[in-house]
């Protein structure tokens, strides 16, 4: 039998993580990423974080048009519009 009833554990798998890491571009040290708020959107999953080196990291899932210009976007106030 399962540790949890099956309703919880179908919300446990679609909750995206909170936090990712990844290798910086400019130095290949470990830059951690924080997924960013959004409105009840599930088109997109923006991350984002600052290396040590102070290279901002951007990742995102997603519908790939979302994605495209949350990563291409150099504007801080950001946001998915419908």
Not at 28 to 33: A, L
């Amino acid at each position: 039998m399962p540790a949890f009833p099956s309703i919880f554990s179908d919300l446990i798998m679609t909750k995206p993580a909170r936090f990712l890491t990844f290798k910086c571009a400019k130095c290949t040290k470990p830059v951690k990423v924080q997924l960013q708020k959004v409105s009840a959107c599930s088109h997109i999953q923006p991350y984002q974080g600052i290396c040590a080196c102070g290279e901002i990291k951007r990742h995102a899932t997603g519908n790939p048009e979302a994605v495209k210009s949350f990563i291409e976007s150099n504007d801080h106030s950001w946001h998915h519009h419908h």
